[in-house]
T-cell receptor, first 112, second 115 residues
């Protein structure tokens, strides 16, 4: 099935460090979303972006909708142990649909 | 407001059997989407139901089917189970219209193991 190209696949960082991850697509999306998934749970919505160039924050998280509409970025500042998990980007096309195209995920581990 | 509820959390079946998974969306949400998550393929869209009608469908065989009831609750059925159907099945709900259709809220999933 179709997937977005998400990088990096995994990261192991020290507590307090900043984290950056990105997602690229060959197709244009109207909405970009970022989710976090903890073990044994479903993905939780972190940020939704609706306009090219848009920069949106949610606490220590900041995400951007790329100018080309084919990419998106997520930054986490001053990481803490509870940031551990898998982060997914997702793209949404036009119209009323519950279909999202997901990236492969970025597994984040934080060393206290 | 209660979140998306999926039952059961875990299921173990054998090849050839069939299985039914249940999903109760967030109150007021009219769209329910189903996703399959596996280590190899990641999150893949199965289908979406809105107002009791299938609105979108992914690239899965006909063994995968679903339905939605008038209270927006949804069920997903997999017939003639294969080993490769082992996965986490996630249900997500959304308002389903206009700006609200893309913000999906997921349940905790049903972990299906086919032996």
């Amino acid at each position: 099935g179709q997937q977005l190209n998400q990088n990096p696949q995994s990261m192991f960082i020290q507590e307090g460090e900043d984290v950056s991850m990105n997602c690229t697509s060959s197709s244009i999306f109207n909405t970009w979303l970022w989710y976090k998934q903890d073990p044994g749970e479903g993905p939780v919505l972190l940020i939704a972006l609706y306009k090219a160039g848009e920069l949106t924050s949610n606490g220590r998280l900041t995400a951007q909708f790329g100018i080309t509409r084919k990419d998106s970025f997520l930054n986490i500042s001053a990481s803490i142990p509870s940031d551990v998990g898998i982060y997914f980007c997702a793209g949404h096309g036009s119209g009323n649909t519950g279909k999202l195209i997901f990236g492969q995920g970025t597994t984040l581990q934080v060393k206290p | 407001k209660a979140g998306v509820t999926q039952t059961p959390r875990y299921l173990i079946k054998t090849r050839g059997q069939q299985v039914t998974l249940s999903c109760s969306p967030i109150s007021g949400h009219r769209s329910v989407s189903w996703y399959q998550q596996t280590p190899g393929q990641g999150l893949q869209f199965l289908f979406e139901y809105f107002s009791e009608t299938q609105r979108n469908k992914g690239n899965f065989p006909g063994r995968f089917s679903g339905r939605q009831f008038s209270n927006s609750r949804s069920e997903m059925n997999v017939s003639t189970l294969e080993l490769g159907d082992s996965a986490l099945y996630l249900c997500a709900s959304s308002r389903g219209l206009n700006r609200g259709s893309e913000k999906l809220f997921f349940g905790s999933g049903t972990q299906l193991s086919v032996l």
